[in-house]
């Protein structure tokens, strides 16, 4: 069965973690489903965002390393790969989605598993509604989770 998980972002956890909340949460979830076994597709907004995931799992985890590359940059066999929206996708098989765009694109309903998330700012949880009942309409079972403020 496809599932979704929607993270919703806190106005306090916002606020302990910034800058980056959202991209530093991520990457925390990156590092336990990759530590699950799983291979996984990043999908970022634009370029700059990638980059930031890209360098925050660089210093993420001071005692292992996260294996990842920025989509493009001889990543057929990494298990970890950031991609943006300026990028065409080659649907190269992953098992999770994580989303951190706000639309969704076609190759998502690709995936049987994808973490999204809730923001804070109205806009943005307007497109989140929106992906979250393109994921239902697709046959995803949905759950929803907030975000320990840690």
Sequence with gaps: MKRSTF?????????KNK??????????????QWRS??????????????TKIDEILWTFDQNSFL???LFGKATHHTPIIIY??????????????????????????DF??????????NILKKWARYRYRSYKKNGFQISV??????
């Design 7 to 15: 993270y919703l972002l806190s106005q306090e956890f916002e606020q």
């Design 19 to 32: 800058p980056n909340c959202i991209e530093r949460f991520a990457c925390k979830l990156i590092s336990t």
């Design 37 to 50: 076994g799983k291979t996984i597709l990043v999908t970022c907004e634009d370029k700059h965002q990638a």
């Design 67 to 69: 294996p990842h590359n």
């Design 84 to 109: 943006w929206n300026q990028c065409c996708y080659d649907n190269q098989p992953k098992d999770l989605l994580i989303n951190l765009m706000s639309k969704n694109m076609n190759f998502f309903l």
């Design 112 to 121: 049987n598993e994808i973490i999204d998330f809730v923001p804070i700012p």
């Design 145 to 150: 989770v907030n975000i320990p403020t840690e």
